[in-house]
Nanobody
Framework: VQLQASGGGLVQAGNSLRLSCAAS????????MGWFRQAPGKEREFVAT????????QHADSVKGRFTISRDNAKNTAYLQMNSLKREDTAVYYCAATKHTYDVSMIESDFGSWGQGTLVTVSS
C-alpha cells in the first residue's frame, strides 16, 4: 500500500489547515489510520488515530480540541483538520496505516505503512 500525504503549507498562527492522506494499492477500510509529526530537532510523536470504522478516535493532549482526525473509506482517504494552529505545531506530518486489520493504536511500531510526510509551518 502507498500513502500520499498532502495539504501542508505555511499558515499564520490561529488559522486552519486540512491534511489528507490518500491510500492506493489496498483498501484500508479495515485498518487503523494515524497521524504523527516530527518537529525540527525532536522525535516523531503521536498526533491522532482512528479505527477502520471511525468508532474509536484518540488525539494527543497537545492537539485535543483543536485537531480532528477523520476518514472516508469510500475514498480510501484519512484527514487531519487542524484549527487554531500554534507555532509549536510546526512539523512534518506523517500519516500511517496499521500493520494489522481491525487495529487502532497510538504507537509507531504498530503502523506498517507510512506516507512521505507533509510540512506544516506556522508563523506568528
Amino acid at each position: 500500500v502507498q500513502l500520499q500525504a498532502s495539504g501542508g503549507g505555511l499558515v499564520q498562527a490561529g488559522n486552519s489547515l486540512r491534511l489528507s492522506c490518500a491510500a492506493s494499492g489496498r483498501n484500508l477500510s479495515a485498518y487503523g489510520m494515524g497521524w504523527f509529526r516530527q518537529a525540527p530537532g525532536k522525535e516523531r510523536e503521536f498526533v491522532a488515530t482512528i479505527s477502520g470504522d471511525s468508532k474509536i478516535i484518540q488525539h494527543a493532549d497537545s492537539v485535543k480540541g483543536r485537531f480532528t482526525i477523520s476518514r472516508d473509506n469510500a475514498k480510501n482517504t484519512a484527514y487531519l483538520q487542524m484549527n487554531s494552529l500554534k507555532r509549536e505545531d510546526t512539523a512534518v506530518y506523517y500519516c500511517a496505516a496499521t500493520k494489522h486489520t481491525y487495529d487502532v493504536s497510538m504507537i509507531e511500531s504498530d503502523f506498517g505503512s507510512w506516507g512521505q510526510g507533509t510540512l506544516v509551518t506556522v508563523s506568528s
